[in-house]
């Protein structure tokens, strides 16, 4: 202890200093938590900046949506190249149909059957497409007995062709089927008045040859009586080379060609392609109801078939939708020549699969159809200046 007197001034103040050991302690501050250990840092401790999985779901596929709608609305606006690439897109189409046939076996189901239920999705595709855009579903009124006709003429080359490939081998019928595109082209020379060039002769010349290279080990086989496995789904059971069946899918091919100029004419002079469309889907559905209960017993499908035929037939009508936009664009021999496209795709295809045998006749078959659609599409499109 230490002690200090101070005088002042007749008074006497006694100030006490108390030192202690303890003193020195008592500078320091007690805090009042206790020491704050450094915390230990993991991969599970990390922070990051946390987005909700939905909203990246959500902006991906928007993104996706987005770019896909510029690039349809690309094709369709009327560009240079849109003609083929809309034909081109319609073959695409149609091969991924067959596609999902091939995958995806379901019930045997008459064809006339799925031939209605396909017509019947066009119709109300069509319908929708034309009530939604605001266009007349008839059509400009001078127009409507050229829309009627295509319908008619479409009909009956749909019908034939369902009849040649009922009594002739596939093969047989799928070729005789792909001289559409040439009698189109002939067809527009007399009726459209398209004047027909050496290259585009060319061009559809070398894609048919090449089909023939394709389909030739199958078209030289000679066959007996072709047996069916469902009786329900035939007409006719005829030998390889009837000559009547022969004739009936020729005049489905001549009938094609037609229709193809009617569809060119209709939509260039109703300025829409769906119009086409919709109404051959009015006349072939009731046509091809009529049709599946008079020359085929109705077969109730299953769950399974029934969205596998609801699926191609939107597909089918998209399909149709591009084929028609692509006449209207474009001169009608170049687009018909984009068709045999979807033969080298269906050969590509079987060859990945390994279900086609390799051999030197079909790949000289698909370079001479790739030969002759680049060529289609280098020489450049002649789109009629309005």
């Known amino acids: 202890m230490a002690s200090a007197e101070m005088n002042e001034v007749g008074r006497d103040h006694v100030v006490e200093l108390v030192s202690d050991g303890a003193s020195e ?30 909203e990246q779901v959500t902006k991906i596929v928007e993104a996706e949506i987005s770019l896909l709608n510029e690039v349809v609305l690309w094709i369709w606006s009327g560009s240079k190249y849109s003609g083929l690439l809309c034909m081109a897109l319609s073959c695409i189409i149609y091969f991924i149909m067959e596609i999902l046939s091939d995958i995806f076996p379901v019930q045997s189901v008459p064809l006339f059957e799925i031939v209605f239920t396909r017509c019947m999705i066009i119709l109300i595709s069509s319908f929708m497409w034309l009530r939604k855009s605001g266009l007349p579903l008839s059509g400009p009124s001078h127009v409507r007995k050229l829309l009627a006709l295509r319908a008619f003429v479409g009909f009956l080359s749909l019908l034939s062709f369902v009849y040649s490939i009922q009594a002739l081998p596939l093969s047989q019928a799928v070729v005789l089927n792909f001289t559409t595109p040439i009698m189109a ?24 040859f090449g089909l023939l290279f394709i ?77 599946t209960f008079a020359l085929q017993d109705f077969v109730l499908p299953d769950f399974y078939s029934v969205v596998h035929m609801i699926v191609l037939g939107v597909l089918a009508f998209f399909a149709e939708v591009f084929l028609a936009r692509g006449l209207q664009l474009e001169k009608t021999s170049k687009v018909a020549n984009i068709q045999y496209f979807e033969a080298f795709l269906s050969q590509m295809w079987g060859i990945g699969l390994t279900s086609v045998a390799l051999s030197f006749g079909r790949i000289f078959g698909c370079l001479l159809i790739v030969v002759s659609v680049c060529s289609t599409v280098l020489v450049g499109p002649e789109k009629e200046m309005e």
């Open 25 to 54: 302690e008592s500078r320091e501050i007690t805090p009042l938590l206790g020491a704050v250990q450094k915390p230990k840092i993991n991969i599970f401790s990390v922070s990051y900046t946390r987005k909700t999985p939905r």
């Open 185 to 208: 082209s002939v067809a527009a020379t007399m009726i459209l008045h398209e004047k027909l060039k050496i290259s585009d002769i060319g061009g559809l010349a070398c894609s048919f």
């Open 215 to 291: 389909f030739r080990p199958i078209l030289t086989t000679q066959g007996g009586l072709v047996e069916t496995e469902d009786s329900r789904n035939t007409f006719v059971v005829r030998g390889s080379h009837p000559i009547f069946a022969v004739l009936v899918g020729l005049f489905s091919s001549v009938t094609g060609g037609i229709t193809y100029c009617l569809i060119r004419a209709g939509a260039k002079a109703s300025d829409q392609a769906v119009g086409t469309v919709f109404s051959f889907g009015l006349l072939a559905t009731p046509a091809a109801a009529i049709c």
